[in-house]
DNA sequence: TATTGTGAAGGCATTCACAGCT
DNA sequence: AGCTGTGAATGCCTTCACAATA
């Protein structure tokens, strides 16, 4: 990379990759928790540890914003925590709607990562009537009747789906058509979506699959000593580093896995 | 980089990519669907479309499980599926335990795309003794004091949190200790595992802060007609390669953040 | 001395483009 | 004629290893 020289590149280096992308929240959660515990420096070999990743990762990841570190010493925690919140876009609010309050909804709706990243709920959305006013989370649940108006009115950029699949592809539909670019999308089906709005993709049961194949592939030669099990310590590598384009055309209705949210069609 | 992989030089010649066998449950859930519909047969590029990829990668996924199409005329649904399943392993019974049941739990519980897919959920466990007997999608729930026994007495070998941080490494010792050797992680921390265990996580907040990066980013020139966003229809790559490996030392609790599990430490 | 920042190398993954079959 | 299967090309990401520097 060219060294800038600048102390502070002010030009921001627009190309930052994906992967890095993926992995600063990552980092930002393990500098929390030392921010917390009031440390005040941290070199790379600490913080790949704390964040599961190796410390020459961290450090060319790091390169791409910039050199906020010293040599000889480390990096400066609540400095640190200070520069990925902003290349995150952190240091703003993002009022977010989240639809479909089922059990999953209802989860996200209590979480409490949001909250402290910027993240706000401005509302919680279900097609069920039946709900509409009952509190969840200490948000009152809206009906989808309102979703254009509320999106407009808190100026939301981001959706939560987390309807059952059938319903995923409409209330996409609203979201965009309302203004929302981004979307987070919990029903397994594929979403599409106009250029310019990104979509990312959370499938449980895709997850458990890929386990499943690992898991196949150990019960060969592997006898496990069940009693005692080495509590061994190794370098864990959590990345996740998954594009998300425009949307594909998908004429087809939903399979046949649900998410137990409630809201029908 | 790979899991926690015992590194298995040229033993076995069954080298599928990972980013491949990430793609696998895709393929399968689009074929799933066809298969519901009596369609006999597909071209990479229809169901490459239908799953959200291009067709050259799809191809390309194929080749290292095995020549099944046939030049000139496609894939045969119902033997892909198959092969698909086997595969992944998901011919066989998969029985699982979901540790913490709260709304999250609760969720998962439900989710009809486990069954479907060869995973039984043997038991869900939390550590609220006023929630044990209660029902929660048909299967009461369990006292953590039997965790040990039920992973023994069910065979399970696959485990999921979705716990709070703060309890999530304390349950992942006690199931690695009664001899599981998956797990998925829903609860915001790095997990330490001993070798040849994997650990795949899912992590809601830091999917909505790499959307939070992108949606900063458009902030500039594009003002959209929110009046009429034309509904374009793009190639959509909905991809999910992320690798997860063995545990990294980490001796602080959990940060801030918890999952809204009912399942103190 | 200790640790960062980064060219360079190496390894995967994606895409291209076409030979090979049906 | 149409579509798969795959070498080759390309690009991205990770890892190495060390010069730069506080």
Sequence with gaps: MATGRTHRPATRSRGIPEATVARLPL?????????????????????????????????KDFSYLGSY????????????????????????DWPVVIVGIGNLGAALANYGGFASRGFRVAALIDADPAMAGKPVAGIP????????????????????IATPAGAAQQVCDRLVAAGVTSILNFAPTVLSVPDGVDVRKVDLS???????????????EDVRDVAAPPPTTVAQDGASSRPAGAGARTDREGPDDELPAVMPA
Tied chains: 1, 2.
């Design 141 to 160: 649940v809206r009906h989808s009747d309102q979703l254009e108006e509320i999106i407009r009115d808190n100026g939301v950029s981001i959706g939560v």
């Design 27 to 59: 980092y930002l959660r393990a500098l929390t928790g030392l921010s917390e515990r009031s440390v005040p420096t941290v070199s790379s070999e600490e913080l790949a540890t704390a964040a599961g990743v190796n410390s020459a990762k961290l450090r």
């Design 69 to 92: 570190g010293t040599r000889g010493v480390g990096y400066d925690v609540e400095y640190l925590v200070y520069q990925i919140s902003r290349e995150l876009g952190l240091t703003q």
């Design 206 to 220: 895709i997850e458990l699959q890929i386990l499943a194949f690992h898991e196949q592939r150990k019960a060969g």
